[in-house]
C-alpha cells in the first residue's frame, strides 16, 4: 500500500507540469507586445510533455529539456512565462538523485551548463555580458547538482534504514522462532520423559498380564484387551503430539499416507540429482508399517541426510541411498563419497535426527567410514497384536 501510494504520488509531481505551465503562459500573456509568442508556448508544452516521460528515462529526457531550453532562454518572452525552461535543472536534479553513474550525472549537467550558456549568452550589459552570463551557468547548474545529490544521499540513507529496519526484524523472527523451537523440544522431552514411559509401560504389563493369568475369564481377556488398545492409541497420540511439538509445520499428507511419503523420499533424491549429484537409490516400494510418527521420522531423516550432502559434499559426488524393510521396520542408509568436508556430527541437523529416530523408538548412527560419510537409521514397525500376527 505504501509503495503504490509513494508511485501515484511521483506520478503526481511529473504530471504537474502540464498543468502549471499553461496558467504560466495564460499568466503572462497580456495585449499587445506582451505577450508569450506561440512558438514559445509550443516549446514550453514539449517540454512539459517531455518532463512527464522522465520518470522512464530521466537522462535522455534531461538532456532533451537542455535543448529546449536554449530556444525558449533566446524568445522574449514576460513574466512568469520565463520559468518554464528551469525544467531543464529540475530533470538534471532527477538525473543526479537517481543514479550513481558519474559519466551520466557530467553529461547532464554540461548538456544544462552548454543551454545555459548559448541561451543567456548576450542578455547583459555589454562591459558584463561575459562575466554574468559564466556566473549564470555556473549557478544554474551548481545548485541543481548539489540538491541532487543533497537528495541521492537522504534516497540512500532511507534505503540503507529501510534494509537494517528489516535485518533487525528477519533476526528478530529468528530468535523468537529458535526460541519457540527449543521450548517446544524442552516440552516434548518431558512430555516423552513423563507420559509417554509409563503409558508403554502399561501396555507391557497389560500384555504380561493377559500371559500370566492363566485360564481367566473370557471378559477378563476383553477388558485386558481393551485397556491395552486404549492405551496403545493413547501412546500413538502422544507420540503425534511429540512430533507437532518438534515440528510445528508438519504436512497433513506426509503425517497420514504412506504413499506421498514414499513421493516426497523420490522428490528430495531428485533435487540431489538436479544439483549435480550422482545418486543411486534403492527405495521399497512399499514403506507401509510404520505409524505416522514412524513415517515422518523417515521422511525428515533422508530430506535431513541429503540435505547435509548438498551443502558439505564436494561437486559431483556419488551418493547411495537406501530405504528398505528390514527386520519389522524401515532401515534407512544414506552414504556419500569421500568429498565430504566439514560435517558436524555434533551439528543441530544431526542431533535433531538423532532426537527424532529415538522418540521413534528406532536406532541412528552417522560418522565418516572408509567409504565415505554414512548415516544409518533403522525405524521399528507398527506393533501387533500376537493373533494378528500369527494370522498373518
Given at each position: 500500500?505504501e ?15 502540464l498543468?502549471?505551465v ?26 512539459s ?5 522522465g ?12 535543448a ?8 522574449h518572452?514576460w ?12 530533470a ?15 553529461l547532464a549537467?554540461?548538456?544544462w551548463?552548454a543551454a545555459v550558456?548559448?541561451?543567456?549568452w548576450?542578455?547583459h ?7 554574468a ?5 555556473g549557478?544554474?547548474?551548481?545548485v ?10 537522504q ?10 529496519a528489516?535485518d ?5 523472527a ?12 524442552a ?8 507420559i509417554?514411559?509409563?503409558m508403554a509401560?502399561?501396555v ?6 493377559r500371559?500370566?493369568v492363566a485360564?481367566?475369564?473370557p ?18 497420540d ?5 512430533a507437532?511439538?518438534?515440528d510445528p509445520e ?18 528430495a533424491v ?7 549429484f550422482t ?9 507401509g ?11 525428515r531423516?533422508v ?6 550432502v ?6 559431483a559426488t ?14 534407512v542408509?544414506?552414504r ?11 551439528g ?7 532426537e527424532?529416530v529415538?522418540?521413534?523408538g528406532?536406532?541412528?548412527a552417522?560418522?565418516a567410514?572408509r567409504q565415505?560419510w554414512?548415516?544409518l537409521a533403522?525405524?521399528p514397525g507398527?506393533e501387533t497384536?500376537?493373533?494378528a500376527?500369527a494370522?498373518?
Amino acid at each position: 500500500m505504501e509503495i503504490r501510494l509513494r508511485r501515484d504520488l511521483r506520478l503526481v509531481v511529473r504530471c504537474l507540469p502540464l498543468v502549471l505551465v499553461p496558467l504560466l503562459l495564460v499568466a503572462s500573456t497580456f495585449p499587445g507586445q506582451y505577450r508569450v509568442p506561440w512558438s514559445y508556448w509550443l516549446l514550453a508544452m514539449l517540454a512539459s510533455v517531455l518532463f512527464v516521460a522522465g520518470d522512464r528515462w530521466p537522462l535522455a529526457v534531461s538532456v532533451a529539456l537542455a535543448a529546449l531550453a536554449v530556444p525558449m532562454f533566446r524568445t522574449h518572452a514576460w513574466g512568469l512565462s520565463g520559468l518554464v525552461p528551469f525544467l531543464g535543472a529540475v530533470a538534471l536534479v532527477d538525473v543526479v538523485m537517481r543514479t550513481h553513474r558519474n559519466r551520466r550525472v557530467a553529461l547532464a549537467a554540461v548538456c544544462w551548463a552548454a543551454a545555459v550558456l548559448l541561451g543567456r549568452w548576450g542578455s547583459h550589459e555589454a562591459s558584463l555580458w561575459g562575466a554574468a552570463t559564466v556566473v549564470e551557468a555556473g549557478t544554474y547548474m551548481g545548485v541543481p547538482l548539489l540538491l541532487g545529490l543533497y537528495l541521492r544521499g537522504q534516497r540512500d540513507l532511507a534505503a540503507t534504514l529501510r534494509l537494517r529496519a528489516a535485518d533487525a526484524e528477519t533476526r528478530r523472527a529468528e530468535t523468537e522462532l529458535r526460541t519457540r523451537a527449543a521450548e517446544r523440544s524442552a516440552m516434548a522431552r518431558e512430555l516423552h520423559d513423563l507420559i509417554a514411559h509409563h503409558m508403554a509401560s502399561i501396555v507391557l504389563r497389560v500384555g504380561i498380564a493377559r500371559h500370566v493369568v492363566a485360564e481367566q475369564d473370557p471378559r477378563v481377556d476383553a477388558v485386558l484387551d481393551d485397556v491395552r488398545d486404549t492405551a496403545a492409541d493413547a501412546l500413538a497420540d502422544i507420540r503425534r503430539l511429540l512430533a507437532a511439538l518438534r515440528d510445528p509445520e508438519l504436512g497433513e499428507v506426509a503425517l497420514v499416507d504412506a504413499a506421498a511419503v514414499r513421493a516426497e523420499i523420490s522428490a528430495a533424491v531428485r533435487r540431489v540429482e538436479v544439483a549435480g549429484f550422482t545418486v543411486e537409490a534403492d527405495i521399497a516400494p512399499d514403506l507401509g508399517g510404520l505409524d505416522a510418527i514412524g513415517r515422518l521420522t523417515l521422511l525428515r531423516l533422508v530430506q535431513e541426510s541429503l540435505t547435509n550432502v548438498m551443502k558439505h559434499a564436494a561437486p559431483a559426488t556419488s551418493v547411495q541411498v537406501g530405504v528398505l524393510r528390514r527386520s519389522e521396520g524401515v532401515a534407512v542408509h544414506v552414504r556419500s563419497g569421500t568429498g565430504v568436508s566439514g560435517t558436524n556430527p555434533a551439528g543441530h541437523g544431526i542431533i535433531g535426527m538423532r532426537e527424532r529416530v529415538e522418540l521413534a523408538g528406532g536406532t541412528f548412527a552417522v560418522g565418516a567410514t572408509r567409504q565415505g560419510w554414512e548415516v544409518l537409521a533403522w525405524l521399528p514397525g507398527v506393533e501387533t497384536p500376537a493373533g494378528a500376527g500369527a494370522a498373518r
